[in-house]
């Protein structure tokens, strides 16, 4: 098929490099690495994947650490809980599959926090396993690539992009493949601004030149003095971090976050906050103090 043989030979040469992309795949270090990029960018991740790799070196110190160790260590890469669901994967596969990661998406996605794409994902790229993997970047090319789009927003349901996805990866090179759709995804066929004049794929895609850009509403999040509740999340666990196990007073931790002028009601949302914190087993509370969860 002509898409296959440009998108592969395209990739050959722009190929972007990563930590988890190597002749020699470690299957850990793709476990560690999908996790940190659901949502996180994959510069930072390449940046923050090795300390994080020498500090847990393979599963049985990751299913060991603690939530306080793993907080600790996951520092720069925010949505913290990720890294609880991180370990308590790596702890599954120690308890249930003897150390050794699953190859199968089927067992991947029993293990816990391991969700449809990030099971088949680790599948493909550890394992070189034939499936179908969908994230945004995916989803955005092949609806552009099947049928043509009208806006930049504009993507197919998932039942249709696994038809279309199924009879084009190729069966002997699929890891390949869908990092080469990836970067094509992520450098020039673009959420916002697709490059068409600058795409291998243009005289194959439905949708070369026409895309209108579009706007998206967004969801309001959760907010508190104008920024999102996550922000004061992150803000929390950041501090705690740097405090030690003794953890901080609650007190303290207020004027930390809050500023030294706050109100009681600012204190309130505070305290419930940690709560929900707590709750995500990222922090402890004992008594009026406050550290990371142990």
Not at 176 to 190: N, P, Q, R
Not at 263 to 269: I, V
Request: include cysteine; charged fraction near 25%; hydrophobic fraction near 40%.
């Amino acid at each position: 098929m002509e898409i296959t043989q440009r998108l592969l030979e395209w990739y050959d040469v722009t190929a972007r490099r990563f930590p988890w992309r190597s002749d020699d795949v470690d299957p850990y270090m793709v476990l560690v690495s999908e996790t940190m990029l659901q949502q996180t960018q994959a510069s930072r991740v390449a940046a923050l994947l090795p300390p994080f790799m020498e500090a847990f070196p393979h599963v049985h110190a990751l299913a060991k650490a603690s939530n306080a160790d793993i907080i600790r260590h996951w520092k720069g890469l925010g949505y913290n809980s990720r890294a609880l669901r991180l370990r308590d994967a790596a702890r599954a596969i120690v308890e249930h599959h003897g150390g050794i990661i699953p190859q199968s998406p089927e067992l991947l996605r029993a293990l816990p926090g391991v969700g449809p794409y990030t099971s088949a994902a680790i599948a493909c790229f550890a394992f070189d396993v034939w499936t179908v993997v969908l994230d945004v970047n995916v989803r955005r090319v092949y609806s552009r690539w099947s049928q043509r789009q009208l806006t930049t927003v504009d993507v197919l349901p998932d039942k249709e992009l696994t038809t279309y996805a199924t009879a084009l990866i190729p069966r002997d090179v699929p890891s390949k493949w869908h990092h080469a759709v990836m970067d094509l995804g992520a450098t020039i066929c673009t959420a916002r601004d697709p490059k068409c004049s600058a795409c291998p794929l243009s005289e194959c895609c439905a949708s070369a030149g026409t895309l209108q850009p579009a706007s998206v509403a967004r969801r309001a999040e959760p907010s508190f003095r104008g920024e999102p509740r996550r922000l004061w999340r992150g803000r929390v666990v950041d501090h705690l971090r740097s405090v030690g196990a003794g953890g901080v007073s609650e007190a303290a931790l207020a004027v930390t976050i809050l500023g030294d002028v706050h109100s009681a009601d600012e204190r309130q949302w505070l305290s419930e906050l940690l709560a929900a914190l707590e709750t995500d087993g990222l922090v402890s509370r004992k008594g009026r103090r406050v550290s990371l969860a142990d």
